[in-house]
Protein backbone atom coordinates (compact mmCIF):
# COMPACT_ATOMS: atom_id res chain seq x y z
CA UNK A 1 0.00 0.00 0.00
CA UNK A 2 2.93 2.37 1.07
CA UNK A 3 4.53 2.14 -2.71
CA UNK A 4 1.18 3.25 -4.31
CA UNK A 5 1.10 6.35 -2.48
CA UNK A 6 4.17 7.61 -3.25
CA UNK A 7 3.71 6.99 -7.14
CA UNK A 8 1.11 9.03 -6.97
CA UNK A 9 2.80 11.83 -5.52
CA UNK A 10 5.43 11.82 -7.82
CA UNK A 11 3.21 11.94 -10.58
CA UNK A 12 1.65 15.01 -9.41
CA UNK A 13 5.46 16.39 -8.68
CA UNK A 14 6.28 15.42 -11.72
CA UNK A 15 3.21 17.61 -13.47
CA UNK A 16 3.67 20.97 -11.71
CA UNK A 17 7.33 20.80 -12.33
CA UNK A 18 6.71 20.21 -16.17
CA UNK A 19 4.05 22.95 -15.95
CA UNK A 20 6.43 25.40 -14.04
CA UNK A 21 8.88 24.56 -17.01
CA UNK A 22 6.51 25.14 -19.53
CA UNK A 23 5.55 28.69 -18.18
CA UNK A 24 9.04 29.70 -17.49
CA UNK A 25 9.83 28.91 -21.01
CA UNK A 26 6.81 30.47 -22.68
CA UNK A 27 7.56 33.49 -20.60
CA UNK A 28 11.58 33.48 -22.21
CA UNK A 29 10.40 32.92 -25.83
CA UNK A 30 7.83 35.87 -25.30
CA UNK A 31 10.68 38.14 -23.56
CA UNK A 32 13.22 36.98 -26.26
CA UNK A 33 10.84 38.18 -29.37
CA UNK A 34 9.93 41.29 -28.22
CA UNK A 35 13.63 42.12 -27.26
CA UNK A 36 14.29 40.77 -31.04
CA UNK A 37 11.58 43.00 -32.52
CA UNK A 38 12.63 46.09 -31.08
CA UNK A 39 16.03 45.45 -32.37
CA UNK A 40 14.82 45.21 -35.56
CA UNK A 41 12.82 48.44 -35.19
CA UNK A 42 15.74 50.77 -33.98
CA UNK A 43 17.82 48.74 -36.76
CA UNK A 44 15.24 50.37 -39.42
CA UNK A 45 15.28 53.64 -37.69
CA UNK A 46 18.86 54.34 -37.47
CA UNK A 47 19.54 52.99 -41.25
CA UNK A 48 16.55 55.10 -42.38
CA UNK A 49 18.29 58.12 -40.88
CA UNK A 50 21.53 56.91 -42.12
CA UNK A 51 20.15 56.52 -45.89
CA UNK A 52 18.42 60.13 -45.95
CA UNK A 53 21.84 61.66 -44.93
CA UNK A 54 23.46 59.44 -47.92
CA UNK A 55 21.35 60.94 -50.26
CA UNK A 56 21.58 64.63 -49.27
CA UNK A 57 25.44 64.21 -49.34
CA UNK A 58 25.36 62.48 -52.73
CA UNK A 59 22.64 65.07 -54.10
CA UNK A 60 24.92 67.69 -52.80
CA UNK A 61 27.75 65.95 -54.80
CA UNK A 62 26.29 65.41 -57.67
CA UNK A 63 23.64 68.12 -57.62
CA UNK A 64 24.52 70.99 -60.76
CA UNK A 65 23.12 73.98 -58.76
CA UNK A 66 20.54 75.50 -61.01
CA UNK A 67 17.98 77.86 -58.65
CA UNK A 68 19.23 80.20 -56.73
CA UNK A 69 17.88 79.15 -53.51
CA UNK A 70 18.32 75.20 -52.71
CA UNK A 71 17.90 73.36 -49.55
CA UNK A 72 18.89 69.95 -49.16
CA UNK A 73 17.35 67.33 -48.71
CA UNK A 74 14.14 69.01 -49.53
CA UNK A 75 11.95 66.85 -46.90
CA UNK A 76 13.18 65.36 -43.69
CA UNK A 77 11.41 63.02 -41.28
CA UNK A 78 12.14 63.93 -37.26
CA UNK A 79 10.32 62.21 -34.54
CA UNK A 80 8.55 64.53 -31.94
CA UNK A 81 11.07 66.54 -29.44
CA UNK A 82 13.98 65.97 -31.93
CA UNK A 83 15.99 67.63 -34.32
CA UNK A 84 17.92 67.56 -37.68
CA UNK A 85 20.09 70.23 -39.32
CA UNK A 86 19.34 70.55 -43.39
CA UNK A 87 21.67 72.79 -45.34
CA UNK A 88 20.32 76.23 -46.98
CA UNK A 89 21.87 77.21 -50.32
CA UNK A 90 22.00 80.56 -51.76
CA UNK A 91 24.09 81.12 -55.34
CA UNK A 92 24.59 84.54 -56.99
CA UNK A 93 23.21 84.19 -60.45
CA UNK A 94 23.44 87.70 -61.40
CA UNK A 95 26.62 89.77 -63.05
CA UNK A 96 27.01 91.59 -59.65
CA UNK A 97 27.94 91.20 -55.92
CA UNK A 98 24.55 90.07 -53.86
CA UNK A 99 23.79 91.00 -50.08
CA UNK A 100 22.21 87.88 -49.15
CA UNK A 101 20.41 87.72 -45.80
CA UNK A 102 17.85 84.71 -45.29
CA UNK A 103 14.46 84.75 -42.66
CA UNK A 104 12.98 81.37 -41.93
CA UNK A 105 9.50 81.04 -40.57
CA UNK A 106 7.50 78.02 -39.20
CA UNK A 107 4.09 76.63 -40.24
CA UNK A 108 3.84 75.41 -36.52
CA UNK A 109 4.65 76.93 -33.27
CA UNK A 110 6.20 73.51 -32.04
CA UNK A 111 8.54 73.19 -34.96
CA UNK A 112 11.61 75.62 -34.47
CA UNK A 113 13.08 76.33 -37.59
CA UNK A 114 16.88 78.31 -36.79
CA UNK A 115 19.62 79.65 -38.54
CA UNK A 116 22.96 77.79 -37.03
CA UNK A 117 25.68 80.86 -37.52
CA UNK A 118 23.18 83.26 -35.37
CA UNK A 119 21.01 80.12 -33.85
CA UNK A 120 17.90 83.12 -34.57
CA UNK A 121 15.26 83.33 -37.16
CA UNK A 122 18.04 85.58 -39.38
CA UNK A 123 20.89 84.99 -40.72
CA UNK A 124 23.75 87.11 -40.83
CA UNK A 125 24.54 89.23 -43.40
CA UNK A 126 26.86 87.65 -46.89
CA UNK A 127 28.25 89.21 -49.98
CA UNK A 128 28.63 87.10 -52.38
CA UNK A 129 30.40 87.85 -55.75
CA UNK A 130 28.92 86.45 -58.95
CA UNK A 131 28.84 82.63 -59.56
CA UNK A 132 29.90 82.16 -55.97
CA UNK A 133 27.38 80.38 -53.33
CA UNK A 134 27.40 80.49 -49.68
CA UNK A 135 26.36 77.03 -47.55
CA UNK A 136 23.94 78.01 -44.33
CA UNK A 137 23.14 75.41 -42.20
CA UNK A 138 19.14 75.71 -41.12
CA UNK A 139 18.32 73.87 -37.64
CA UNK A 140 14.94 72.43 -37.40
CA UNK A 141 13.75 71.28 -33.84
CA UNK A 142 10.07 69.49 -32.96
CA UNK A 143 9.22 70.62 -29.38
CA UNK A 144 6.43 68.02 -28.54
CA UNK A 145 3.23 69.12 -31.07
CA UNK A 146 1.11 67.44 -33.03
CA UNK A 147 2.38 64.84 -35.77
CA UNK A 148 2.02 65.90 -39.28
CA UNK A 149 3.68 67.80 -42.21
CA UNK A 150 4.80 70.98 -41.11
CA UNK A 151 7.03 73.66 -43.21
CA UNK A 152 9.80 75.91 -42.80
CA UNK A 153 9.65 78.41 -45.47
CA UNK A 154 13.00 80.55 -46.17
CA UNK A 155 13.06 84.07 -47.78
CA UNK A 156 16.05 85.97 -48.90
CA UNK A 157 14.29 89.49 -49.74
CA UNK A 158 17.19 90.66 -51.67
CA UNK A 159 16.97 88.50 -54.27
CA UNK A 160 14.54 89.33 -57.41
CA UNK A 161 11.89 87.06 -58.85
CA UNK A 162 11.43 83.68 -56.84
CA UNK A 163 13.41 84.64 -53.53
CA UNK A 164 12.12 81.67 -51.19
CA UNK A 165 11.99 77.73 -50.62
CA UNK A 166 10.44 75.65 -48.44
CA UNK A 167 11.17 72.58 -46.45
CA UNK A 168 8.99 69.78 -45.25
CA UNK A 169 8.97 68.18 -42.24
CA UNK A 170 6.82 65.03 -41.36
CA UNK A 171 6.71 64.66 -37.89
CA UNK A 172 6.40 60.97 -36.89
CA UNK A 173 6.29 59.40 -33.43
CA UNK A 174 9.13 59.00 -31.15
CA UNK A 175 10.19 55.48 -30.86
Not at 31 to 43: A, K, Q, Y
Not at 120 to 136: A, F, H
Given at each position: ???KRFQKKGAIELSMTTIIV?????????LGL???RSTFTNINRIS???FEKADGAISDIFK???????ITPPSIELQQDG?????FIVTDFEETALTVKAKVTSSDKSLDCLFADTLKTESKEYKLESGKQVN???????????????VCNVEVPTIKGDNSESLVVNIVKSQ
Amino acid sequence: MQKKRFQKKGAIELSMTTIIVIIIGITLLSLGLLWVRSTFTNINRISQGAFEKADGAISDIFKEVDKTLSITPPSIELQQDGFQTVQFIVTDFEETALTVKAKVTSSDKSLDCLFADTLKTESKEYKLESGKQVNLKLIVQEKGGNLGVKVCNVEVPTIKGDNSESLVVNIVKSQ
